[in-house]
């Protein structure tokens, strides 16, 4: 059956956009926009076109009547036409609204307005794209899929975590990630938003670490020409930049408390104005917050606000580093030796078996970041077909470990040479019973029983090493 073509209402004295729209659209044309909202009721279009390039009552009057046009119209995509002279009451009703301003207006213009809108708007509505998939029984891997990632896992705590995770994402929340550097952040907040219905919205990644403190905000909220010395022209900020998609802000914990304030405000009304202007503009994005450290300790010393802290803490999530999931090391080895050996252009037919072996003893300071170096170098030094150990670095095989903020990773990771399937680990025996806890997911009984003593003796030397 042949589809019906969307009606588009159109409020404009401009013939050739109607006629623009005609191959494609059904558009219906109206004189008076007093007759808009029962237009709107009645021929229900699936988005509607207001001209006001030609009004010239300094944009009040126009205002009051979009206020009562935006209202019935719910969630009806809604954008003006404007030229240079839009009236600044204008812009800023649009800025404050779900509207959307289009300047420069061709036929062209329009029509590519007409096909992104109503090819994306009803992703909205649709069903997310992400599959959960989660496996039957303690072995089997979780997995949430998005459009162009994954991330799977045998681990416990993170298996909860993605079952969490996938349900905030579908909701207009804010999120924390905390995890250590290389641990996955910011591959997981491109998850958030693919699996979310911001999916068709773009993705920003601000990294506040890497800004200057005195330009953050004009990265975030952007400025007016003049604001501040450099400023020799009006810069669109991140949160009008990013529309209605998601915005990941990086390093969290390096912003100053005027920028708190300001971003808990952003939080909590959506509201900020550029800098230097008076100007009171509305974010529409959905914000990822993270962060390598974890917040609590620096509202103790008095260096993050405390109600900024328990607004993000409500729906805070916690990257375990890769040493603390051993489990999913084989399926992240058998993940980048795939993409890198497509990427590289090698065939790789196997890896030998004691390379698991030595990527599981080894405690990844730099975690799935370095794990994924170290897989790129064995990848492009393998000739054969075969990955072996001798491909892996040599630190890594010298058991030499990189500068890491954990004090508890001290390992001396060299490969016993007479035991091919792995390494053997010289730790003490505070580093022995933490290693055992990771690696039975914290469960007291297991980890006794792994160690061969009783939950008693366990619980005395947790004690005695103040483990928690």
């Given at each position: ?30 004189d008076d926009l007093a007759g808009l909202p029962a237009s709107i009721g009645t021929l229900e279009p699936a988005a509607v076109v ?214 808990l405000r952003v939080i909590e009304t959506g509201e900020f104005e550029p800098v230097g202007s008076n100007r009171t503009l509305k ?61 590289h252009g090698m065939a790789i037919d196997r890896v030998d078996d004691d390379v698991l072996g030595i990527l599981k003893a080894y ?106």
């Amino acid at each position: 059956p042949v589809m019906p073509q969307p009606t588009v209402l159109l409020h404009t004295p401009d013939a050739a956009l109607v006629e623009a729209l005609r191959d494609s659209h059904a558009p219906a044309l109206i004189d008076d926009l007093a007759g808009l909202p029962a237009s709107i009721g009645t021929l229900e279009p699936a988005a509607v076109v207001i001209d006001v390039r030609h009004d010239d009552g300094g944009g009040h009057g126009l205002v009051r009547m979009l206020e009562r046009v935006a209202d019935p119209a719910g969630d009806l995509p809604i954008v003006l036409l404007a030229d240079d002279s839009c009236p600044e009451t204008v812009e800023r009703f649009v800025a404050e609204s779900r509207l959307e301003l289009l300047r420069g207006v061709t036929a062209e213009s329009l029509l590519a307005w007409c096909e992104t809108t109503l090819v994306s708007a009803p992703a909205e509505e649709a069903e997310p794209a992400s599959q959960l998939r989660k496996g039957t029984g303690d072995e089997a891997r979780t997995v949430l899929e998005g459009i162009t990632r994954r991330f799977e896992t045998n681990t416990l705590k993170l298996k909860r975590m993605l079952s969490e995770l996938e349900v905030a994402a579908r909701h207009d929340v804010t999120i924390l990630l905390i995890g250590e550097t290389g641990s996955g952040k910011t591959y997981l907040s491109n998850l958030v938003h693919e699996v979310s219905p911001r999916r068709d919205e773009p993705f920003l990644h601000v990294a506040c670490g890497a800004l200057p403190r005195e330009l953050i905000e004009s990265e975030l909220f952007g400025h007016v020409k003049g604001a501040f010395t450099s400023a020799s022209d009006d810069k669109e900020g991140k949160f009008v930049a990013a529309r209605r998609g998601t915005i990941l802000l990086d390093e969290i914990d390096v912003l100053g408390p005027e920028q708190q304030v300001k971003l808990l405000r952003v939080i909590e009304t959506g509201e900020f104005e550029p800098v230097g202007s008076n100007r009171t503009l509305k974010n529409q994005a959905r914000l990822v917050v993270a962060s390598n450290l974890d917040l609590q300790p620096l509202v103790e010393q008095g260096k993050f606000r405390p109600d900024l802290y328990y607004r993000l803490n409500m729906l805070k999530f916690e990257i375990p580093p890769l040493r603390e999931r051993p489990e999913d090391v084989e399926p992240m080895l058998e993940k980048f030796v795939a993409e890198l050996a497509e990427k590289h252009g090698m065939a790789i037919d196997r890896v030998d078996d004691d390379v698991l072996g030595i990527l599981k003893a080894y405690p990844w300071p730099g975690n799935v970041r370095e794990l994924e170096n170290v897989v790129r170098r064995a990848v492009i030094y393998t000739t054969d077909g075969v990955l072996r150990s001798e491909h892996l670095p040599p630190h890594l095989l010298a058991g030499q470990v990189g500068p890491t903020n954990d004090p508890t990773v001290r390992l001396s990771a060299g490969r016993d040479t007479g035991n091919t399937l792995g390494s053997q680990v010289a730790l003490t025996e505070k580093e022995i019973i933490e290693q055992a806890l990771f690696q039975h997911e914290y469960s007291k009984t297991k980890t006794a029983k792994s160690l061969g003593i009783s939950r008693v003796t366990l619980y005395n030397k947790l004690k005695k090493y103040g483990i928690q």
